[in-house]
Structure formats: C-alpha cells, structure tokens
C-alpha cells in the first residue's frame, strides 16, 4: 500500500504487527517490499514453504488429516486458542478447565473413553503416533 501512497487497510497493519516481530512488521509496512514463501517461512508468517507444484496435494493430506480428527475437540482447541490469547495464564488455564469441561459435556466424555481405550490397548503412543478418531 506504501507503493500507492496509502496505508493498510482491510485489518493488515493489525495482523502484520501481530504475526511479525515489530522490525519486520515496520520494514515491510514501510518500504512496500515483497517476499516470497521461503521468506515468509523463515520470519515465522507460515509454517513452510513448498514448491508450487506440491502446493494442492500438500493441501489435501492437510485437511484430510485435520478431517481425521474428533470434530468437537477441533472445535474446542480453536475456541480455547482464541479464547486464551489476550488473559494472563491464570485465567487461561480457568478458560482452557471450563472448555475442557464443556468438550466432555458434548462429546459425552468420548475423549476420555477413547483414551483409556488406547492407553489399555497400548495402541496409541502420544508423540509417536498420531491420533484419528474411531470409525
């Protein structure tokens, strides 16, 4: 925007002083440069940075695999990230209890039935492998 004599609009200067650090965040705001994904990975702005061509197959194994997981819980762990981002740690571990709470209540407390499961049937090993909700 600096390259048409204008600022930000649409909430970028918000979420450019959000997700770079104040350096980065004021040098690209300023001089109107750009950056490719490499780039973009190495200040942190995306996870990684992959080649066009692996682009939408990447994509897929993606939101195939979140697809994968417990729809309630992924509700959950959103609403409790964005829930918990402006408290102090104290009231983010009330917020994270009561959501936890709440997950059992509409889930029926299937997290914890199927991971006692898992844990009696030694078929999950957290940090080894990962977890897909029961079929």
């Known amino acids: 925007e600096i390259n048409f004599a204008t600022i930000p609009g649409a909430g ?10 104040r350096r980065e965040a004021l040098f690209y705001l300023t001089t109107g440069r750009t950056f490719d994904g490499a780039e973009a990975a190495n200040m942190g702005l995306v996870n990684y940075a ?68 898992q844990f009696k049937a030694r078929t999950f090993k957290p940090g080894i492998e990962d977890y897909a909700a029961e079929k």
């Open 12 to 21: 970028l200067t918000w979420v450019t002083a959000e997700l770079l650090n």
């Open 50 to 117: 992959l080649p066009a061509g692996q682009l939408v197959d990447h994509t897929h194994e993606i939101a195939h695999e979140i697809a994968g997981k417990h729809p309630i819980a992924l509700r959950s762990i959103k609403e409790t990230y964005y829930g918990t981002r402006d408290k102090s740690f104290e009231e983010g571990v009330d917020y994270e209890a009561a959501k936890l709470f709440e997950l059992g209540f509409f889930s029926e407390d299937e997290w914890i039935k199927i991971a006692l499961k």
